[in-house]
T-cell receptor
C-alpha cells in the first residue's frame, strides 16, 4: 500500500512564525504536491515537484516556499505565517505521468491554525 | 485550459435511495477524470478513474460514473446509499497539457445520508 505521511495532524502557530510542514512518501514517486483545502474552494495547488531539487509554482504560491532535498520528502515552508494561512494542508504524490494516468495518493492532512 | 464544476455543493439523500453527484468538465485535451472521497478527518481516497477506456467506470463501495463526451459530464452514482457514504466528494480532471501530473479539483459536494 502506498503511504504518504505528514508530520503533524494539528498545528497551532503564531503570526510571523516560520512554519515547516513535512511530507514523506514510501513509493518512490517522482511527483509530489502540496495543496491547501478550504470550505467551498476545493483543493488548490500551492507547489509541486517532479524531481529532487525541482519545484514549480502552483495556483497559489504566494507566502509559501518548498524544499525537496530527497526524493521521498517534500517540505512546505511558511516564511512568516499569517492568519489567512489558517487551513488544511494536504500532501500528495504520484508516479511521473505518461499518457493519461495521474492518480495521486494523499496524506491525512495537517490542520494549521495561525493565531 | 482544464476546469471542473460540481453542480451541487450539498446533496442529502435517505439511506437506501440512489445517489447522484453531478460534475461537468472542460478540457482542451482528451481528459482523465477522477472522483475522490474524503471522510471526516481523513485524507482523500480515490473512488474511481476514467482514462479513455470504458466510458462506464466502476469504483469502490458500489460507486460508478459515466463519461459522456457530448455532455462534458462525469456524474457519480450509486444505486443505494449507505450511512457510511456520508463524506465530501471531489470531481477531478487531470491537466494533460504539460505532462506534469497536475490535477484540477472541483469545489466539492458534501453528501449527507439520513437514516
Amino acid at each position: 500500500d502506498v503511504k504518504v505521511t505528514q508530520s503533524s495532524r494539528y498545528l497551532v502557530k503564531r503570526t510571523g512564525e516560520k512554519v515547516f510542514l513535512e511530507c514523506v512518501q514510501d513509493m518512490d514517486h517522482e511527483n509530489m504536491f502540496w495543496y491547501r483545502q478550504d470550505p467551498g474552494l476545493g483543493l488548490r495547488l500551492i507547489y509541486f515537484s517532479y524531481d529532487v531539487k525541482m519545484k514549480e509554482k502552483g495556483d497559489i504560491p504566494e507566502g509559501y516556499s518548498v524544499s525537496r532535498e530527497k526524493k521521498e520528502r517534500f517540505s512546505l515552508i511558511l516564511e512568516s505565517a499569517s492568519t489567512n494561512q489558517t487551513s488544511m494542508y494536504l500532501c500528495a504524490s504520484s508516479f511521473e505521468g505518461t499518457g493519461d494516468f495521474y492518480e495521486q495518493y494523499f496524506g491525512p492532512g495537517t490542520r494549521l491554525t495561525v493565531t | 485550459a482544464q476546469s471542473v464544476t460540481q453542480l451541487d455543493s450539498h446533496v442529502s439523500v435517505s439511506e437506501g435511495t440512489p445517489v447522484l453527484l453531478r460534475c461537468n468538465y472542460s478540457s482542451s485535451y482528451s481528459p482523465s477524470l477522477f472522483w475522490y472521497v474524503q471522510h471526516p478527518n481523513k485524507g482523500l481516497q480515490l473512488l474511481l478513474k476514467y482514462t479513455s477506456a470504458a466510458t462506464l467506470v466502476k469504483g469502490i463501495n458500489g460507486f460508478e460514473a459515466e463519461f459522456k463526451k457530448s455532455e462534458t459530464s462525469f456524474h457519480l452514482t450509486k444505486p443505494s446509499a449507505h450511512m457510511s457514504d456520508a463524506a465530501e466528494y471531489f470531481c477531478v480532471v487531470s491537466d494533460n497539457s504539460g505532462n506534469t501530473g497536475k490535477l484540477i479539483f472541483g469545489q466539492g459536494t458534501t453528501l449527507q445520508v439520513k437514516p
